[in-house]
């Protein structure tokens, strides 16, 4: 019995002995990352501003430019804007019973897209003619497209900045390297050679991030803006189809897709 109680305090102490020095190990490990890493200055976002120099300003700009854009885009890119539902509903019903002065003054009160498309349809509606569905949806189309191009036409300026910012950010790039070069022919010793082309080196990289920052971001901005500006094109020209087809249903009226003034 004595010798199995000596066998297991030999072993628990071994154990034991094993497990402090282990975790001696860990710990010994950790504090040389941690001096290491110490060693290592850490780069913040005012570093990168810094050290790009005055270029950096223009990509700040810049970048709160894109910002801007997205937000404005954000806010007037919404089918409320472009064809509000109670208009719609108003048009149609004034279009179904042929009212064509009430669906005049319907459109010029309503500043959305689709008002605007009405209202230059039914320009071509003279008050002593009959309404031809061929002529009418012509005239919607060529409105249509015309509105449709103003809303892309918005849309281009954050296509513009997400190329115009690399562009910066590359002359920020050739500026560094010409600031290393001319450093190198004017140092005087070896020491100020270097500094004088890490600096140069150090605002080409810096130039180089910020504009891939800035381009990077309004380019993914501008791919999902464009998808959301497609489909509100899309239901645009159905909302205002369907005022259309409520004037004019295709085949109705008296058989040749005309309907009589009222």
């Not at 297991?8 to 490990?29: E, G, I, K």
């Not at 500026?175 to 070896?190: A, C, D, N, P, Y």
Request: aromatic letters at 6%; one cysteine or more.
């Amino acid at each position: 019995m004595k010798l199995k109680t000596t066998w297991m305090t030999l072993l628990w102490t071994a154990v034991t002995a094993t497990y402090v020095r282990a975790q001696d190990t860990v710990n010994n490990t950790v504090q040389a990352a941690e001096e290491v890493t110490g060693g290592v200055p850490s780069l913040t976002m005012t570093d990168i501003m810094v050290r790009g120099g005055e270029v950096m300003k223009i990509l700040a700009l810049l970048s709160f430019a894109a910002v801007a854009l997205v937000i404005f885009y954000i806010l007037t890119l919404r089918a409320g804007l472009l064809f509000p539902k109670q208009f719609i509903v108003e048009a149609q019903d004034a279009a179904e019973i042929g009212d064509l002065a009430t669906l005049r003054d319907l459109s010029r009160e309503n500043n959305s897209t689709a008002a605007k498309i009405i209202l230059a349809t039914l320009e071509n509606c003279p008050d002593n003619t009959s309404l031809e569905y061929g002529r009418l949806r012509d005239a919607m189309e060529d409105e249509g497209a015309r509105q449709a191009a103003l809303l892309w036409s918005r849309l281009q300026y954050l296509l513009d900045l997400s190329v115009i910012a690399p562009m910066v950010g590359l002359l920020g790039t050739v500026w560094g390297m010409m600031v290393s070069f001319s450093g190198l022919e004017s140092g005087v010793s070896i020491i100020n050679k270097a500094d004088a082309l890490a600096s140069g080196v150090s605002q080409a990289m810096n130039t180089t991030f910020g504009g891939l920052v800035v381009g990077i971001f309004a380019m993914t901005a501008y791919d999902i803006l464009r998808g959301r500006l497609t489909r509100l094109i899309s239901s645009l020209e159905s909302a205002c189809n369907s005022v259309l087809q409520h004037l004019v249903p295709v085949g109705g009226g008296n058989g040749n897709g005309n309907r009589p003034m009222r």
